[in-house]
């Protein structure tokens, strides 16, 4: 295994999560998924782990070297931006009266309230994060460091990685706190009646509802303002993302083996935290 390889994937997944807390990144992904986390209620975890595979669906197909994919996500950020913001309040409404798309139930996918919408969020929240230069930029730069496309597949996979690492643990933390179970999140709001068909509104949904249309509008509202266009304030937070790299790296050439170590450490939790989904009933 090469030098640049062993490397690259402790200081990848260090700098995926550097990159999550960019202002053009967290200010999406981050109120998306906690709307989400009060729409579903139920199996949390398995939730986080649905709307990780959709972030995972976009961004690894730049990691491969998807020019074409990135050149769209720079030459249509505002666009994209305005799409994910309507469908942020598309799934407000949904969450509201508690409505839920239809799809073929998987044994995968069998104990989760809403999977569809929850991967389509995931891949709304991949798509808006890739048009955050720091995190577009960031990717492919690391994933070019390996010499061939499995290598950079795992450079990205870990890149990935350590932007939903943070949720993993919040989902985490919310299960086993069982904080959605407490009375104040279930109590009714108000009944609403439409379409002939009553819909009882909790606080959970409430709270979802005005999250998520909040957010959507205002996103809708910058972009068509012109206030969520890359421009160099986002230098810096390029520039920590690859000094974070670098610096990591210096490190890990000080100690033979700790990438495979990491390495290993990563699956085995990625491995448990996969047995925790599948115990969840």
């Known amino acids: 295994m090469n030098t640049i390889f062993q490397l690259s994937l402790l200081a990848s997944f260090i700098a995926g999560m550097v990159a999550l807390f960019a202002p053009c990144c967290i200010s999406f992904l981050l109120p998306a998924y906690f709307a989400n986390v009060f729409k579903e209620k139920k199996r949390v975890v398995l939730m986080t782990f649905i709307y990780s595979l959709g972030i995972f669906t976009v961004m690894l197909p730049v ?26 309040v598309f799934v407000g409404f949904s969450a509201l009266l508690g409505l839920k798309f239809p799809m073929p139930q998987f044994s995968f996918t069998k104990n989760a309230d809403d999977p569809i919408s929850t991967y389509m969020l995931g891949i709304i929240s991949g798509i808006t994060s890739a048009c ?10 690391l994933s070019t460091l390996s010499p061939t496309m499995v290598q950079s597949l795992l450079v990205g996979f870990f890149y990935v990685l350590g932007m939903v690492t943070p949720l993993y643990l919040a989902s985490l933390f919310i299960d086993q706190r069982n904080l959605l179970e407490r009375p104040v999140f ?94 969840q009933k």
Not at 71 to 81: A, E, I, K, R, S
Not at 132 to 141: D, R
């Open 186 to 279: 279930k109590r009714e709001f108000r009944e609403v009646t439409l379409l002939g068909k009553t819909h009882l509104i909790t606080v959970s949904n409430l709270i979802s509802f005005v999250t998520f249309t909040g957010m959507g509008a205002l996103i809708i509202f910058l972009a068509l303002s012109g206030k969520l266009a890359m421009n160099s304030s986002e230098e810096g937070v390029i520039q920590m993302v690859q000094t974070v790299a670098v610096s990591v790296t210096s490190v890990a050439q000080q100690i033979p083996g700790l990438d495979v170590v990491f390495g290993v450490i990563a699956f085995w939790s990625l491995y448990r935290f996969l047995k925790y989904i599948n115990r």
């Open 63 to 88: 990691v491969l070297g998807a020019r074409a994919l990135t050149q769209v996500f720079f030459n249509l950020h505002d666009q994209t931006y305005i799409v994910g913001g309507v469908f942020l």
């Open 132 to 141: 955050c230069a720091p995190v577009l930029i960031g990717v492919i730069a």
